[in-house]
């Protein structure tokens, strides 16, 4: 899964666009959003931000398993969104 294949994801979840940011090479921390960005060439990283701050940081290699994750925040097993 790539970005743009989350993004299709999230949208048919009915996840709202102000619960995440995917955008990928900024340095805005958004207020009360799920994160996901690229540091680097080979570092992908997901983080809850809020009021200026990373929560729950975690670093992948690839950008597959940062997507899969962000979904997962989003959507249990059985299809149905959560608040993450």
């Not at 996840?15 to 955008?23: F, I, K, P």
């Not at 931000?49 to 597959?64: A, F, M």
């Not at 994750?69 to 149905?80: E, I, P, R, S």
Request: some cysteine; overall charge negative; proline content about 1%.
């Amino acid at each position: 899964m790539d970005v743009s294949e989350l993004r299709l994801a999230l949208e048919e979840h009915g996840v709202r666009e102000d619960r995440y940011d995917l955008e990928l090479e900024g340095f805005t921390l958004p207020n009360d959003r799920y994160c996901l960005r690229r540091e680097g060439r080979f570092r992908w990283v997901t983080y809850y931000s809020e009021r200026g701050q990373r929560w729950g940081e975690r670093t992948w290699i690839t950008e597959s398993e940062a997507c899969e994750h962000v979904l997962h925040k989003f959507v249990k097993d059985d299809g149905a969104t959560t608040d993450a």
